[in-house]
C-alpha cells in the first residue's frame, strides 16, 4: 500500500515537472519571430527595429543617420552603429517601418536604409590597374589596419555613387609626405596611385 503511494507521488512529480518545461518553452512574445523584425510593443507602446544602413564610414555618419531618423514624426529614438545598422524606436499609432524607409529616401545619397533582415546588395568596384587621382579627406589609419597603410582617405571615385573609405598604401618616403599632409590638418588632398580592393598604392600627393 505504501509502495502504491510513493508510485503515485512520483507520478504526480513527473507530471507537474513536465507541466512546468513545457510552459519554459513557451515562446516569448516579447521576441522578434524573425530576424531584424520588431518585437511585441513595449511596457510604453513603442516598438524596436533594427534597419540595414549601407554608405555609413564612421561616427559622424553615424550621428547624421541617427539625427534622420530622429527628426521623423512618431520617432521616439534613434542609433546608428556608424557601420551597417540603425536601431529606431518608433511609436507604432504614429508611423509604421515602411513610412520610415520612404521618409529615409532622398536624406543623403550617401546612406540607404533596408527592410528588416533585409541584405543590401554588395558594391561592384572595377579596378583599371591604372595610376588615377582622387580627391579627399584624409584620416588617420584605421588600428585594424595592415602595416603598409600609412593613413586612410575619405573620398569619391569616378563612376561610383558615393563616397568611400580607401587605405592608402605608400613606401616610407611618400609616407612621410602622407603624414606631413595629415598633421598639417588640410581639408582636403588629391593623390595619384593605382586602386585595388586593397586600397591605394599612392604614387603622388599634392
Given at each position: 500500500?505504501?509502495?502504491?503511494?510513493?508510485?503515485?507521488?512520483?507520478?504526480?512529480?513527473?507530471?507537474?515537472?513536465?507541466?512546468?518545461?513545457?510552459?519554459?518553452?513557451?515562446?516569448?512574445?516579447?521576441?522578434?519571430?524573425?530576424?531584424?523584425?520588431?518585437?511585441?510593443?513595449?511596457?510604453?507602446?513603442?516598438?524596436?527595429?533594427?534597419?540595414?544602413?549601407?554608405?555609413?564610414?564612421?561616427?559622424?555618419?553615424?550621428?547624421?543617420?541617427?539625427?534622420?531618423?530622429?527628426?521623423?514624426?512618431?520617432?521616439?529614438?534613434?542609433?546608428?552603429?556608424?557601420?551597417?545598422?540603425?536601431?529606431?524606436?518608433?511609436?507604432?499609432?504614429?508611423?509604421?517601418?515602411?513610412?520610415?524607409?520612404?521618409?529615409?529616401?532622398?536624406?543623403?545619397?550617401?546612406?540607404?536604409?533596408?527592410?528588416?533582415g533585409e541584405t543590401p546588395?554588395?558594391?561592384?568596384?572595377?579596378?583599371?590597374?591604372?595610376?588615377?587621382?582622387?580627391?579627399?579627406?584624409?584620416?588617420?589609419?584605421?588600428?585594424?589596419?595592415?602595416?603598409?597603410?600609412?593613413?586612410?582617405?575619405?573620398?569619391?571615385?569616378?563612376?561610383?555613387?558615393?563616397?568611400?573609405?580607401?587605405?592608402?598604401?605608400?613606401?616610407?618616403?611618400?609616407?612621410?609626405?602622407?603624414?606631413?599632409?595629415?598633421?598639417?590638418?588640410?581639408?582636403?588632398?588629391?593623390?595619384?596611385?593605382?586602386?585595388?580592393?586593397?586600397?591605394?598604392?599612392?604614387?603622388?600627393?599634392?
Amino acid at each position: 500500500m505504501h509502495a502504491f503511494r510513493f508510485a503515485s507521488l512520483l507520478l504526480s512529480l513527473a507530471l507537474v515537472a513536465g507541466s512546468a518545461s513545457a510552459a519554459q518553452k513557451k515562446p516569448d512574445p516579447n521576441k522578434a519571430k524573425t530576424p531584424g523584425a520588431p518585437a511585441a510593443p513595449a511596457s510604453d507602446g513603442t516598438e524596436t527595429v533594427i534597419l540595414p544602413i549601407t554608405g555609413q564610414m564612421c561616427n559622424n555618419c553615424a550621428v547624421a543617420v541617427s539625427t534622420y531618423f530622429k527628426k521623423m514624426d512618431g520617432v521616439k529614438d534613434a542609433t546608428a552603429d556608424g557601420a551597417k545598422t540603425a536601431t529606431v524606436v518608433f511609436d507604432p499609432k504614429k508611423t509604421t517601418i515602411e513610412k520610415l524607409l520612404e521618409a529615409f529616401k532622398g536624406k543623403d545619397d550617401r546612406f540607404k536604409a533596408y527592410k528588416p533582415g533585409e541584405t543590401p546588395p554588395e558594391p561592384k568596384y572595377t579596378y583599371s590597374g591604372k595610376p588615377e587621382s582622387i580627391s579627399g579627406k584624409m584620416t588617420i589609419r584605421g588600428t585594424d589596419s595592415a602595416k603598409d597603410v600609412v593613413a586612410r582617405l575619405i573620398a569619391h571615385r569616378s563612376g561610383e555613387p558615393t563616397e568611400r573609405i580607401f587605405n592608402l598604401i605608400a613606401d616610407s618616403a611618400i609616407a612621410e609626405k602622407i603624414e606631413a599632409k595629415r598633421k598639417e590638418g588640410v581639408g582636403s588632398v588629391t593623390v595619384t596611385g593605382v586602386v585595388s580592393a586593397e586600397g591605394i598604392k599612392v604614387e603622388k600627393i599634392d
